[in-house]
């Protein structure tokens, strides 16, 4: 019943794609802090040396310097895990980079618990809620490998500061290759009428099979990809509260200040329907990631039982 | 005056037009911070002759177009001497005088710490230790661009407290960046007390040797050695340089100077009176 799909690298698509972009975007310019082999950016840093720096781990001065080059005409792609990306120079990324709105490109891997083994200190499960919370900030989560190449194309194409979070994981591949990524545009992948599944990253494809074990039962599940966490396509999201009347919002991510508290804002204030969240309610544990989903209610399952539970809440 | 300036080419003011035009930009910084009711006297002072050698006679800049891409690039790390800033770039043409008087009021482009909305500042401040990095990334999109620019960054001495100071120290010197000069307004003083209560720094020389710096020392208020030693930093330049400026919190007017309660505070009525006599 549920899908079988093809399992990709994110993290490696994003350093395939930034090598495609080398010569489109002159300015183009790397900067790691001594993960460059695990956020694949060492493909870039071997191949256009004069055009990367390390500054090994230490993220203020990675995000400062970044600042640095973004305010002289250069477009720095900076990358490293989500956990030393965002926690770390958040106060860098506040001052230097939302504030005066600098051109920076924050792509970060190794989020959430799909980060697995390395355990909670590993485990960004915070990066979306700090980063949401940074005005100037546009905002990607990508599904998939396929949404990651458009994603780091359009973030490296439009001005402004730029965060993507990718994981460490393989994930699901959910889309096809002649998808059109739009930005700040959530993406209906199955039409439905009784509740909503909002989703976002690797949380898309387990909301597809959620779907297909509604359908099973007789309920007919919409399923949205928000990739674009910020902004947000408010539209899409309430016009899903109005047409299916009940909402079930899906992220591997803290439950604070990611995707489910994003669309409690939209709905609440435009129009209240029962909502559930599926996401993460703590800190988890060192294990491999498809345990830590199970053990963390992150499954098809659960957005099943969440939906049921939101179509039973309409009035 | 016998200067004057060409865009891009710098001035060529003499030493004692230079030190008049400090007297003048002191009045500025106490009249300034007394119309606003706040912001940052001790370092405003400290800071004014270092500001006044790069402005007046050291960097090229175009005041008409801040953005000139070939400009020499200053980057004010300790971005709560705004005042002094303030009062250097107003005299160098990059907004009027008057504008002085909106310093921390509503709708005004002079903001509380330098932010780049003012035209002629570079980088966002406000929270310490980050202009040392920024001054890297603009040093590294020189090389990139193939442009000869020099990037100065002014750290206050208490700032070098700061971890991020001695990451981006660390990678100045590893990525070989010697069109950049890091100069501490070395006053002593931090926002509480005396630096040396507060973390001690020296021996502060060496760290900066230690990092990979080429570190030179000067009198931070004697324009002849300022003007000097900035020179110097332009000439055969094989790592970064770093300049430790000594300087005296609050100089030039007398209550006010190595006085930590000057440090962000402003002048009430009375003192207002005193210290533009004592700057007369």
């Known amino acids: 019943m549920v899908a079988q799909r093809k399992m990709a690298s994110t993290r490696q698509t994003y350093g395939e794609t930034l090598l495609e972009m080398a010569d489109s975007f002159p300015d183009l310019v790397v900067l790691g802090g001594d993960l460059n082999v695990s956020v694949f950016t060492h493909l870039w840093r071997d191949k256009y040396p004069e055009r990367f720096f390390d500054f090994g781990p230490a993220e203020q001065n990675l995000v400062g310097v970044g600042a640095g080059l973004a305010a002289s005409g250069k477009v720095p792609f900076v990358s490293t895990f989500s956990v030393f990306g965002v926690g770390r120079p958040f106060d860098q990324l506040r001052v230097l980079v939302s504030q005066p709105g600098l051109n920076f490109k924050l792509v970060c891997t190794h989020a959430g618990i799909l980060t697995g083994e390395d355990g909670m200190s590993a485990h960004g499960i915070e990066d979306l809620s700090l980063i949401c919370s940074l005005p100037s900030f546009t905002v990607i989560s990508p599904a998939d490998t396929v949404e990651t190449v458009q994603a780091v194309k359009t973030a490296a194409s439009e001005d402004g500061p730029f965060y993507i979070r990718l994981s460490r994981a393989a994930t699901p591949v959910v889309h096809d290759d002649d998808y059109e990524f739009e930005l700040g545009k959530a993406e209906l992948m199955r039409e439905g009428e009784d509740v909503t599944i909002v989703a976002t990253g690797v949380m898309v494809s387990v909301s597809l099979d959620a779907a297909e074990m509604l359908e099973a039962q007789g309920l007919q599940a919409r399923v949205l990809n928000v990739h674009t966490l910020k902004p947000v396509d408010e539209e899409a999201i309430i016009a899903a509260a109005r047409e299916t009347g009940a909402v079930v919002s899906a992220e591997e991510h803290y439950f604070h200040g990611g995707l489910g508290s994003i669309v409690a804002q939209v709905i609440g204030g435009n129009h209240p329907v029962p909502l559930e969240m599926v996401a993460l309610q703590g800190y988890s544990e060192s294990a491999k990631a498809e345990e830590l989903m199970v053990k963390c209610g992150l499954t098809a399952e659960k957005v099943k039982e969440a939906a049921l539970k939101a179509v039973s809440r309409k009035q | ?280």
């Open chain 2, 1 to 280: 005056m016998s200067g004057g300036s060409a865009p891009g080419t710098g001035h060529t003011y003499s030493v004692p037009e230079l030190q008049n035009i400090a007297k003048e930009l002191r009045r500025d910084i106490i009249q300034t911070i007394y119309t606003a009711g706040s912001g940052h006297p001790g370092g405003s002072l400290s800071e004014l002759e270092i500001l006044i050698a790069l402005y007046f006679r050291v960097m090229r800049y175009d005041p008409k177009n801040p953005g000139w891409p070939d400009r020499d690039r200053f980057v004010l790390s300790k971005g709560h001497a705004s005042p002094g800033f303030y009062a250097v770039l107003s005299r160098a043409g990059f907004f009027p005088r008057e504008e002085l008087s909106t310093y921390r009021q509503l709708n005004s482009r002079i903001q509380g710490h330098a932010h780049p909305m003012t035209p002629g500042v570079e980088m966002n401040s406000g929270s310490l230790g980050m202009g040392l990095s920024f001054a890297l990334g603009c040093a590294l999109a020189a090389r990139l661009d193939k442009k000869d620019y020099m990037v100065y960054a002014l750290l206050g001495d208490g700032e070098c407290d700061e971890g991020e100071i001695w990451e981006a120290a660390m990678s100045a010197a590893h990525h070989k960046a010697t069109n950049l000069v890091a100069i501490v307004d070395r006053n002593r003083i931090q926002n509480d007390r005396f630096t040396d209560d507060v973390m001690a720094l020296d021996p502060l020389d060496r760290k900066w040797r230690d990092f990979g710096w080429r570190v030179m020392e000067t009198d931070g208020h004697d324009l002849d050695q300022l003007l000097a030693t900035l020179e110097k930093a332009r000439t055969r330049r094989t790592r970064p340089t770093a300049i430790i400026a000594h300087t005296v919190k609050g100089k030039g007017v007398s209550f006010m100077e190595n006085n930590p309660g000057f440090h962000g505070r402003a002048p009430n009525a009375e003192e207002f009176q005193k210290a533009m006599e004592e700057l007369a």
